[in-house]
């Protein structure tokens, strides 16, 4: 079955330097990739979304990447700071045609220390 | 802004109880997820909707149900709670089709006693 994992469970930055977290899946590539903020105790919200044909999405001080030969997308956050800090989910959906539920990775908590 | 809503943030109940957890959005979404969250275990799907007065099956739906009689709602119900349903449990909605992301609420924490 297909998996997505997120390979680290912590990450720490020192602030100013650029974060970087990686989400991997098996089998098929995703059409879509979602990455989402999860602060503790809250709900998870929506960041950003990337299509397999798009190599590189940005948002502010956010960029994501997708690369469907390594089956990996990556999540970066530049100038980090320590606002940052919070857990990062990447998710897809379990069919190509998308119009199946969500599935997360178990997410990566980013530390940024000032 | 969408706002998904659940009525309770924090809820302790007593093994065998049935328990209610509702969720309401106000943007109209036609799907409508249930998702608990344990540590080590991530996000797990219990139920979905994809229309009034539909559902489908997640991953570990034994135990539970769910009642979505109008689009704006849908109700999470524990049958008889036992305490490995101590969870977060967190509702989200979204526009049909792999285009758009998931509007998660603020997530009710359960404990069963």
């Known amino acids: 079955s297909q998996k997505i994992e997120q390979n680290s469970e912590a990450l720490n930055i020192q602030e100013g330097k650029t974060a970087t977290l990686t989400c991997n899946y098996t089998n098929y590539s995703p059409a879509y990739l979602q990455w989402y903020r999860q602060d503790p105790g809250r709900g998870p919200v929506f960041l950003l979304l990337?299509?397999?044909?798009?190599k590189e999405k940005r948002k502010e001080r956010l960029k994501v990447t997708f690369d469907t030969t390594l089956k990996q997308s990556l999540f970066h956050i530049t100038a980090s700071q320590p606002a940052d800090s919070a857990t990062y989910l990447c998710a897809h959906h379990y069919t190509l045609s998308g119009n199946t539920p969500l599935v997360f990775g178990k997410g990566t908590r980013l530390s940024v220390i000032a | 802004d969408v706002k998904v809503t659940q009525s309770s943030r924090y809820l302790v109940k007593r093994t065998g109880e049935k328990v209610f957890l509702e969720c309401v959005q106000d943007m109209d979404h036609e799907n409508m997820f249930w998702y608990r969250q344990d540590p080590g275990l991530g996000l797990r799907l219990i139920y979905f909707?994809?229309?009034?007065?539909?559902?489908e099956k997640g991953d570990i739906p034994e135990g539970y149900s769910v009642s979505r009689e109008k689009k704006e709602r849908f109700s999470l119900i524990l049958e008889s709670a036992s305490t490995n349903q101590t969870s977060m449990y967190l509702c989200a909605s979204s526009w049909p089709g792999p285009n758009y992301g998931y509007t998660f609420g603020s997530g009710t924490r359960l404990t069963v006693v």
């Open positions: 990337i299509r397999e044909n798009e």
């Open positions: 909707s994809y229309d009034v007065k539909m559902k």
